[in-house]
């Protein structure tokens, strides 16, 4: 009985992926190709804003000269979870939503809009500083997986790719 190896599987399914039209969204040509160091990002607001803008900005790249630009309006909540029988908060969710427009400069038009959202969670168990800390580092973890989730959506509509429009 014949088992491909490792290696045999792989070529063949990299094979079968370039035989259907795939094509990285980072490669040559790809829809990262037009937002790569081409968006100028609305300045943040406060210390959630500032680590939104920072990996957009990471991912993206900073901007040269600007194409385009991104507004956001970010909100982020928080929500009790674990709760003792002395009525002691030990677990909260944090709650992350954005809403973004990606705006062609050169022309006023809007090349992308949408919403993410997503949410993360810590525990306040400990001290006081553990507590804190713990909120901060998922405030910041939330603040990179919607920033990602923008990236995602824009490239995955189109949103920048010349003559491409998304939504």
Do not use: H
């Amino acid at each position: 009985m014949w088992l491909p190896d490792r290696r045999g599987v792989i070529l063949l399914a990299a094979a079968a992926v370039a035989a259907c039209g795939f094509q990285p969204v980072d490669g040559p040509g790809g829809g990262a190709r037009g937002l790569s160091g081409q968006v100028s990002v609305n300045a943040p607001e406060d210390r959630d804003g500032f680590n939104l803008v920072r990996r957009l900005e990471k991912r993206l790249g900073r901007p040269r000269t600007a194409r385009y630009a991104l507004g956001y309006r970010l909100s982020i909540s928080e929500e009790e979870q674990g709760i003792t029988p002395a009525q002691e908060i030990t677990r909260y969710n944090v709650l992350g939503r954005v809403d973004y427009t990606l705006t062609d400069l050169g022309t006023d038009a809007l090349a992308g809009s949408g919403t993410v959202s997503s949410f993360t969670s810590y525990a306040a168990t400990g001290t006081t500083l553990g507590t804190l800390t713990a909120q901060r580092d998922a405030r910041e973890r939330l603040a990179v997986i919607l920033a990602d989730r923008i990236i995602a959506r824009l490239l995955a509509t189109g949103g920048g790719r010349d003559g491409d429009g998304g939504t």
